[in-house]
């Protein structure tokens, strides 16, 4: 068995991305059908235009209108396509000056094969026929000689804003000591571990004890009795919320440990929590089990009286 | 080897807005950039070096944004830095940039500190599930939340004083033109009766989402005394902790406490309730007010809300807190905490317009961070430190 258990995370999330006057009006061209460089203070044009020059830091605000063919003066071979790059096939990136321009612009080139490409080669751009207003609303070719037909321009208002989905797909590891409490609640038991040093019984346990950076190592079985110390009523719904508000989201310090573990108060009226309140575990049907807290589906009133504020305030 | 002495001699921000969509973030950093160059007489090229802050890169899903922008920020053929330390990063940045001088390494650095929040959402990436544990997070309120609740408990406050320290804070935001917020008629019952969100927190107790950048200019003595009015750096402090441990305060977090008895030791302070005379502090949150207070020794624990409830933080109490109307009524995270700071030197500069403390000689200015776990802050003046 893996002293450490390990779970999938994806992180993902659609930015929206302002883009500024100088990328605004690059994209607007691109969708546009045309390729818009800046011109620098040197006179030089960049494609595509920063947005401040590199040397006098001014805004860039004049804008040459460029055509689409180029000259690669670099490339490299993608033999294996990942997601979300212009082809699913192989192809190569390359740095194509576009004619008019001083800077190289990196982008595709839809060859076959690498004897297919070098350096000095004439590319043009071949235009998607739906263009949003990215980068994506072309690749190169190599320039034939042939004119080929350039889709109309798309027309609207500028480009002022564009999606970019970013996703981020990970392996979540619990360190050794919260992976052996985990295993403990498949097992319907609630693991904490003491630091050798401070002797604070941590609940989950810990790789690096935060006073005293050793790992906890003695394990102790709590009970499934603890005491809310203090706690929030989330009524605010938001994106990726997991539990339906209002919710009352407690710090729970069961008895023995020495640090408050957050779960969820149910089986009461939310205004009717009370810090002090002594609460007991609620575990799921057993069958529903995994390696999670969630095995406790959340903690109910034992009806026990309130604990002693002194017993709990050096715990807030 | 003393420190070299530094003042700030430029500052500048944004108008703080909910959409800043007419800029992206390299046009938002140089719009406070350049004002604050403007108020320095400077250009780009005549800074040695740019300090740069902003909060998690998962708040807008930008990789090391400071790589794309080391261009547009005219950092090219000068030092870079990045600042991290979550919301108190916009103060660790003005920090690091003022101890560059301080150490002699450099005479005039910029720094500026920004987030576009228009372009995600905070929320959802303070929220992000971890496997096997509990999904009760709820954002920074759904963590705050509990802690506020302590601060009630154990002070004994009454109810209301978030509200107070609400209405104050989104009434100054109506003297300062750069604040997002200028919500009219704010008051403490208008406050109380807004939805309740993070029950014991009201929606009209947190902090909006922002866009928006601050900067400054810091320069060594030789240069900033050949100024009219810089604002002298008297004293920095940066302390940490863990975010959890056991029995960790987080009501009044030992960090924050270490790092206020540094500041008052380093600059010579003895009673900073008497001795400092406007603070912006870092409140996202209203409760935070007098929770801070209390961690930056102006009040006796427990008592820090006696100094709200008596209006002593409201402009022309004893102690005015969040003149500008305060992280309440502008967040752009990564620079909620350089605002705070810079808004202490307008304070001693004696340019804070229409929420100008009359007289203000000695301001703090205040950060914190992470689960409460960052702390960082400064002292400015209008004369130069005697220590």
Request: glycine share 10%.
């Amino acid at each position: 068995m893996s002293r450490t258990l390990q779970a999938p995370v994806t992180v993902a999330f659609d930015y929206t991305r302002s883009t500024g006057p100088v990328i605004g009006r690059f994209l607007t061209g691109l969708r546009d059908t045309t390729i818009v460089g800046g011109r620098l203070g040197d006179g030089r044009v960049a494609v595509p235009p920063p947005e401040y020059d590199p040397v006098t830091h001014q805004a860039v605000t004049e804008f040459v209108e460029l055509p689409d063919t180029g000259t690669v003066t670099s490339w490299t071979w993608v033999s294996e396509p990942v997601a979300g790059q212009p082809f699913e096939r192989p192809f190569a990136y390359a740095l194509i000056t576009i004619d008019g321009a001083d800077t190289p612009w990196l982008h595709a080139v839809d060859v076959a094969s690498p004897d297919d490409i070098e350096t000095g080669m004439r590319v043009r751009a071949r235009w998607a026929e739906e263009r949003t207003g990215s980068v994506n609303d072309l690749v190169f070719e190599a320039d034939g000689g042939d004119q080929p037909g350039t889709p109309a321009p798309a027309g609207g208002e500028d480009v002022s804003r564009i999606v970019t989905p970013v996703s981020l797909d990970y392996h979540y590891a619990a360190s050794p000591e919260e992976s052996s409490f985990f295993r403990g609640l498949a097992e319907g038991k609630i693991l904490g571990q003491r630091c050798p040093k401070c002797q604070k019984v941590y609940v989950p346990p810990r790789g690096a004890c935060p006073t005293d950076g050793v790992p906890t190592a003695e394990e102790i079985e709590l009970s499934h009795v603890g005491t809310v110390t203090t706690f929030c009523v989330v009524n605010v719904p938001f994106l990726g919320q997991k539990i339906k508000p209002p919710y009352v989201s407690a710090y729970v310090l069961l008895d023995g440990a020495d640090i408050a573990l957050q779960h969820l108060i149910l089986d009461i009226p939310a205004d009717e929590v009370r810090m002090g309140m002594r609460v007991e575990a609620v575990w799921k049907p057993r069958d529903e089990w995994g390696t999670s807290i969630e095995n406790i589906s959340h903690f109910a009133p034992t009806g026990e009286p309130d604990a002693d504020f002194d017993s709990y305030k050096h715990h807030l | 080897m003393s420190k070299v002495p530094a003042a700030v001699i430029g500052i500048g921000q944004t108008h703080h807005r909910a959409k800043r969509e007419d800029v992206s973030m390299a046009g938002l950093c140089r719009e406070a950039m350049d004002r604050a160059l403007e108020d320095a007489g400077l250009t780009l090229d005549e800074v040695d070096a740019i300090v740069i802050g902003k909060a998690p890169d998962l708040f807008e899903g930008v990789m090391m944004p400071e790589l794309y922008l080391a261009e547009a920020l005219g950092a090219a053929g000068k030092p870079l830095l990045r600042v991290h330390t979550a919301g108190s990063v916009g103060g660790s940045t003005a920090i690091v940039a003022s101890s560059l001088v301080q150490a002699g390494v450099h005479k005039k650095v910029l720094t500026v500190a920004f987030e576009k929040q228009s372009e995600s959402n905070a929320m959802w990436a303070l929220s992000v599930p971890i496997p096997f544990v509990m999904p009760v997070h709820a954002g920074a309120g759904g963590y705050f939340a509990p802690h506020v609740r302590s601060y009630i408990r154990r002070a004994n406050a009454p109810s209301h004083i978030g509200a107070i320290v609400a209405a104050k804070d989104r009434n100054n935001a109506l003297k300062n033109p750069y604040a997002h917020l200028h919500n009219e008629g704010t008051t403490v019952e208008s406050v109380l009766a807004s939805q309740m969100l993070w029950d014991p927190i009201h929606y009209d107790e947190t902090c909006p989402s922002s866009d928006g950048a601050c900067a400054m200019v810091i320069a060594a003595e030789d240069v900033a005394k050949t100024y009219e009015a810089p604002a002298w750096i008297h004293g920095t402090v940066m302390r940490s902790e863990p975010t959890s441990a056991a029995e960790r305060d987080q009501v009044n977090p030992q960090a924050g406490r270490d790092a206020a008895a540094a500041l008052w030791k380093a600059t010579g302070i003895t009673d900073p309730a008497r001795e400092i005379d406007c603070a912006e502090i870092y409140v996202p949150f209203a409760w935070f007010e007098p929770m801070w207070l209390e961690n930056l020794g102006f009040a006796p624990e427990g008592e820090g809300w006696k100094l709200t409830e008596a209006g002593e933080t409201a402009i022309g109490g004893s102690l005015p807190v969040n003149m500008s109307g305060g992280v309440l009524s502008s967040n752009p995270i990564g620079a909620s905490g350089m605002l705070r700071f810079a808004e202490a030197a307008l304070q001693v500069r004696g340019r804070a317009g229409e929420h100008q403390v009359d007289g203000a000689r000695r301001a703090l200015g205040h950060a914190y961070g992470g689960g409460s776990q960052f702390f960082s802050m400064w002292v400015v003046g209008s004369q130069p430190p005697s220590n």
